[in-house]
């Protein structure tokens, strides 16, 4: 079992930024693909970022070149660094770890970030 639990979320003004951290409770990062989903009200949950162990990450259209997902493998953690934030970023953002051979995946609780002013 694995537990990922989110930290970092807020109110920030449109323009500014915000860091969440997603810690696991063990080092999973070389058999789980790391991802951060969000879903606003409404609307349904999507994948917005991803990151391999080697470091490798995509990206949806409307994060990229705003938003860095990255991870550290010495504190079992994943980040989202996120920059220029947009009304239409308010959401709640979840932390998610994908076995990609046998589909097995593991959620945190969530987050809220809300952009506003």
């Known amino acids: 079992q694995v537990q990922l639990v989110e930290s970092g979320g807020g109110l920030v003004q449109p323009g500014g930024s915000l860091k969440l951290s997603c810690a696991a409770s063990?080092?999973?990062?070389?058999?789980?693909?790391m991802g951060w989903y969000r879903q606003a009200p409404g609307k349904q949950r999507e994948l917005i970022a991803t990151?391999?162990?080697?470091?490798?990450?995509t990206y949806v259209n409307s994060v990229q070149a705003r938003f860095t997902i990255s991870i550290d493998t010495a504190k079992n953690t994943v980040y989202l660094q996120m920059s220029s934030l947009k009304p239409e970023d308010t959401a709640v953002y979840y932390c998610?770890?994908?076995?990609?051979?046998?589909?097995?995946?593991?959620w945190g609780q969530g987050t809220q970030v809300t952009v506003s002013s």
């Open positions: 998610n770890a994908l076995n990609q051979l046998t589909r097995g995946e593991y």
């Open positions: 063990r080092n999973i990062f070389s058999i789980y693909l």
């Open positions: 990151v391999r162990s080697d470091g490798i990450a």
